[in-house]
């Protein structure tokens, strides 16, 4: 399986943060979600549902699963920069 072009990582984190604002309907707009801020709890506010319907969104978008059983999911989950990243090293398309 070969990876996908790599973009910079901030219009991963801008493209991504429009990914989360149209799944969820939120009422922010992707711009307004800074890279470092909390996306669970503090932060956007985000619960567990919400996790899930990213998780569903980001795996059909780029390619790959994000496990709900994955040690490293509060890390993944801590902000957008932390989601990015991620995404960045496991993307295929």
């Given at each position: 399986m070969s990876?996908?072009?790599?973009?910079?990582l901030n219009d991963l984190m801008a493209e991504v943060a429009a990914l989360?604002?149209?799944?969820?309907?939120?009422d922010?707009?992707?711009?307004?979600?800074?890279?470092?801020d909390p996306l669970y709890g503090e932060?956007?506010?985000l619960d567990?549902?919400?996790?899930?319907?990213i998780s569903l969104v980001i795996s059909k978008q780029y390619g790959f699963q994000l496990k709900s059983d994955n040690e490293?999911?509060?890390?993944?989950?801590?902000?957008l920069r932390s989601l990015s990243e991620h995404i960045a090293s496991q993307r295929t398309k």
């Open positions: 990876q996908a072009p790599q973009i910079p989360i604002v149209e799944a969820l309907n939120l922010v707009k992707p711009e307004d979600i800074q890279p470092d932060g956007l506010g567990s549902i919400d996790m899930l319907e490293n999911n509060v890390k993944i989950f801590a902000s």
